[in-house]
């Protein structure tokens, strides 16, 4: 079996994921998630995008339902012994075989939480799934049960962490290497993924986003590859991943010359991310963190250019993206931890002088404050 983790980090996991099902008063957990799924049992596919379900009891059972294409994916890359297959044929509704495992776990009547807030579960399964156990058990809402145990990483998860950050940081060299005038988008990315395959790292949960000139102010992945200009801005955000743990990265790099602005707006993110790195620490609030980023940016007459969130956790997260729960936006309560993973992103889109600044780092929260996981400078470097 190819698991990534040891069998006590594993046992670890399932027991407290029981004791937060029976502090919430759930009998049973439905997973899903795939991250939590991956969490909790190693099991690692791209499956979920049809309708595939782990099952947890308090008993500590674990039974995932799932097609036949991913059976042998669950025996070697999971600890699941039980695995049963729905049969693709028209008209099928694998709720229904869902129903026959919850049976056969006498939870009938029972109390039953359900991870509805993810992307294994499309809005069509989940009608079918009310339907199909409507008068047989209550169900409540559990998406966040796993998800709030997951966002602590053990010392096992933080070791994934840094490889995936020297990764990242591989990446940053390849694009100082190759980004300069003349050349294509399509070779920087290239380069980056190179080395980050080359260093064992996995595929990232979404796409590397890259944009120069009026396309620098995008901060989504879109199919157009442009040839860098002998002045350009090239913005460019990715993440080293390693066993699916996601280091994050966000730079945008004056090409030939830099505009006077980009100057003032990579004084500023350099501000704004000093002191949000300030903020980050154990028992302040996340929305705190957010709130230092915005008055930074206010302060220093960025208020029209800036974002209304900067930054999210980072984890173990498969497609379509890596941000993670919880993200950092004004009054948000979670309560900084040791074992968080955030990137903080300042992000600054200037549409009137068509001007982007983007700066990203990744940060693991300690006892003391936090650390930087990549090790790269955060001057302005013009290529």
């Known amino acids: 079996m190819g698991l990534h983790f040891s069998k006590e980090e594993f046992s670890n996991r399932k027991e407290k994921t029981i004791n937060s099902m029976k502090n919430e008063g759930v009998d049973a957990l439905i997973m899903f998630r795939q991250e939590s799924m991956y969490w909790l049992t190693g099991y690692d596919t791209f499956g979920y995008v049809f309708f595939q379900a782990l099952v947890l009891d308090q008993k500590g059972n674990v039974i995932l339902l799932t097609r036949a294409p991913d059976l042998r994916q669950a025996q070697n890359t999971s600890n699941i012994s039980d695995i049963r297959i729905w049969v693709d044929k028209d008209g099928a509704n694998p709720a229904d075989d869902l129903k026959i495992i919850l049976d ?81 988008e399509s070779k920087i990315l290239a380069e980056m993924n190179r080395v980050i395959f080359e260093g064992g790292g996995d595929y990232p949960a979404n796409e590397f986003i890259i944009g120069s000139g009026k396309n620098a102010l995008l901060c ?26 996601h280091s994050a990265m966000f730079r945008t790099i004056p090409i030939g010359k830099a505009d006077p602005k980009h ?85 600054l889109m200037d549409s009137e002088n068509k001007l982007a600044m983007n700066l990203g780092e990744t940060f693991l929260v300690t006892n003391e404050g936090n650390e930087r996981m990549g090790k790269q400078k955060l001057d302005l470097v013009v290529l």
């Open 104 to 184: 056969e776990l006498n939870l009938k009547g029972k109390k039953i939480g359900v991870e509805y807030e993810a992307y294994g579960l499309t809005g069509r399964n989940a009608l079918r799934l009310n339907t199909v156990l409507e008068n047989y058990c209550s169900i409540e809402d559990k998406s966040e049960l796993i998800t709030k145990l997951r966002v602590i990483k053990s010392n096992e998860e933080i070791s994934y962490v840094k490889k995936a950050a020297n990764l990242a940081d591989k990446a940053l060299d390849e694009v100082w290497k190759h980004a300069k005038a003349g050349v294509s």
């Open 263 to 347: 100057h003032k707006m990579h004084e500023a993110c350099v501000e704004a991310l000093t002191n949000c790195e300030k903020k980050l620490k154990p028992g302040n609030k996340i929305g705190e963190v957010f709130d230092v980023h915005a008055k930074t940016f206010d302060d220093l007459g960025f208020k029209n250019s800036r974002m209304n969130a900067c930054g999210y956790s980072l984890g173990a997260t498969f497609s379509p993206n890596w941000m993670d729960w919880p993200m950092l936006y004004t009054g948000n309560p979670y309560i900084i931890e040791p074992g968080n993973v955030f990137f903080m992103h300042m992000i």
């Open 220 to 245: 989504r992945y879109q199919a157009e590859k442009q040839i860098l200009n002998n002045q350009d801005q090239l913005t460019i955000e990715w993440a080293g991943t390693y066993r699916h743990y």
